[in-house]
């Protein structure tokens, strides 16, 4: 292969809105290849500049990423092209969710230069302006629904480009139905051009509206807004999926994901009369399962944080869990109004972790069992030590958990991040 491919960003202002290399590198070209719509386009406003077109040949690319990969393999194996060079016109920035990585991974780095056009997700968060760095950004045409929405839940801001079966109007309804209403969100049409709109609103007047199929859409969490759980599945008594449950969002989310809090739960041997300690209990998930098992206990979730403890007093109404006691307060100090405990379970990450499992260790009853949820290699060997020392025997488990997801025709997964637990009974 001996030509080289220059892939020029181009907005949907056309070849007005390009910059001055942009067009140097189009007008030197022998041949510029692109979807018909913006070849079309382009072609028109080249010959306006250039009257003199010569013998430029201007190529469609059509039949998706095999026929561009097709064309694109004809033009760099063809030695005897002129040298006057061979134009990819491509969406905004190739390298965003654009042509650019395929045909990288394809035919390699070498054969190609990349010149980026402003992307519209730039454009639209600085029409909203919104700062974009920390932003979720997604293309719902390479991405399933399920799993957007999933990321959104824990997302300040969200940048979306949709598609045409998946327009901001069904993008709204979606969310809606997931009870996830606590978003203003934009629709940024025809940026940069003279038909250029955004609309602004709530989910609810976005879900009824039209727009046009060239749109990004953005969504800003309402300042204070907790995560509510979806209200269409049949709650379990544990194991609930996470978006079950209110949830203290972006912030963290649930500390104990759903496939950890089983284990936990399975490992603290909760009985239905069991006294249950849940240390650090953020918005109460594992609390609020425990007290399904523990009908006829009492369940006791510490938090020291007032807006955890107020999700977690809404998910005990939620789950309807009688037993279950939220106690507003700081632990250990919070240990001394409280009656011994069959079965402990404490989280968190920081650096008092080791010292509040060792706490809450002396307050077992007989045959009690204690489960440490930490996320840190460091708070694993504190709290392995102290134990130790207080005579347990200590076990400790990994547990790495992958979540799948369709892509396209391929099922992907999403690592979690790895959480520790530590185990022990009271055997005195």
């Known amino acids: 292969m001996n030509q080289r491919i220059d892939i020029v960003g181009i907005g949907d202002d056309g070849y007005e809105g390009l910059t001055g290399q ?29 009257p003199q077109e010569g013998d430029r040949t201007w190529v469609e690319v059509s039949g998706g990423l095999e026929g561009l990969r097709e064309n694109v393999q004809v033009w760099l194996e063809d030695s005897h092209r ?21 045909l990288l991974d394809v035919f390699g780095k070498d054969h190609f230069r990349v010149i980026p056009h402003v992307s519209s997700m730039q454009l639209a968060f600085a029409r909203v302006k919104e700062r974009w760095d920390d932003a979720y950004l997604v293309s719902l045409a390479n991405e399933p629904m399920d799993r957007v929405v999933d990321v959104i839940r824990t997302s300040q801001r969200v940048g979306l480009f949709t598609t045409e079966a998946a ?13 996830i209403d606590y978003f203003t969100a934009y629709v940024c049409e025809n940026l940069g051009t003279p038909a250029e709109t955004v609309t602004k609103g709530d989910l609810r007047s976005i879900a009824g509206g039209s727009f046009s199929s060239l749109n990004v859409m953005v969504l800003v969490r309402r300042e204070g807004a907790a995560d509510l759980p979806a209200g269409s599945r049949r709650l379990r008594r544990f194991g609930n999926p996470d978006d079950a449950f209110q949830q203290s969002r972006p912030k963290r989310g649930l500390l104990t994901p759903q496939e950890v809090r089983c284990i936990a739960l399975a490992e603290m041997d909760v009985r239905e009369d069991s006294v249950v300690w849940d240390v650090g209990a953020g918005s109460g998930s594992l609390a609020v399962e425990a007290a399904n098992l523990a009908s006829r206990g009492q369940v006791f979730a510490i938090e020291m944080d007032a807006e955890d403890y107020a999700l977690i007093t809404d998910n005990a109404g939620m789950f309807d869990v009688k037993s279950l006691v939220p106690i507003h307060g700081r632990a250990p100090e919070a240990f001394s109004e409280l009656p011994d405990a069959d079965c402990i379970f404490v989280g968190g990450s920081g650096r008092s972790v080791p010292q509040l499992v060792a706490a809450a260790a002396l307050r077992l009853k007989p045959r009690g069992r204690l489960v440490a949820n930490v996320a840190s290699i460091d708070n694993v060997a504190g709290v392995q030590a102290d134990l130790s020392e207080a005579g347990y025997q200590v076990e400790t488990r990994m547990i790495n958990i992958a979540r799948g997801y369709q892509q396209l025709d391929r099922v992907r997964f999403e690592a979690l991040n790895p959480s520790f637990l530590l185990m022990v009974e009271k055997t005195l």
């Open 82 to 102: 002129d040298a006057g060079g061979t134009v990819l016109l491509a969406d905004g920035d190739p390298l965003f969710y654009g042509v650019t990585q395929y």
């Open 22 to 50: 942009a067009r140097r590198v189009i007008h030197d070209a022998r041949c510029v290849m692109g979807a018909p719509k913006v070849l079309n386009q382009v072609r028109s406003q080249v010959q306006s500049h250039v």
């Open 167 to 179: 327009s901001p109007s069904v993008v709204a309804n979606v969310l809606l139905d997931r009870r």
